[in-house]
């Protein structure tokens, strides 16, 4: 079993927790998360731990430990801290606002980029350009940031785009000039 998967995962205070078959469900302040888990894992609930075990000791399903591990400590602590990208928004006249859940985007194209914000997702404008992508579900809160990112990925020559708060783009030199 990997070493990830053998560590329990701590249920914090105010977050509950459920096995339904293989359905694990955990409730929170900040929402609510249903996952399944595969069926070569039993899952052991206790009062303040989960552990994530092997079904038989089949060991085609030890490869899932880890990942069924992370995937549930994900689900227990995003309802009760949740989760949060920030994205940079760099390009003269590029800017964002958000109107009734739909994000504004406007990313040096002919027209306006709506986005519309999925249920689950807060998303805070900060000075026209820092985007906070906030929510519980820490898959929905990358996959919305990726998206986000991918309607204008920066460029390596002027870095015009939206990047990730702590990336580093790689800038590239220009053409030069032939005599």
Known sequence: MSRIGKKPVEI????????????????????????KIPEGIIIDLTDSLIYVKLKDNN?????????TRTIVANAVNGVAQGFSKD?????????AEVKNRNLILNLGFSHQVNFIIPEGINIAVDKNTLLKISGYDKELVGLVASRIRG??????????GIKYSNEVIRRKVGKASGK
Request: aromatic share 8%; charged share 30%.
């Open 12 to 35: 914090p205070k105010g977050v509950k927790v459920k096995l339904n078959g293989d359905i694990l469900t955990s409730s929170g302040s900040l929402g609510k998360i249903s996952k």
């Open 59 to 67: 060991p085609d399903f030890e490869k899932y430990t880890g990942l």
């Open 87 to 95: 994205l940079e928004i760099i390009g003269v006249g590029y800017k």
């Open 151 to 160: 309607l204008r990925k920066p460029e390596p020559y002027k870095g015009k």
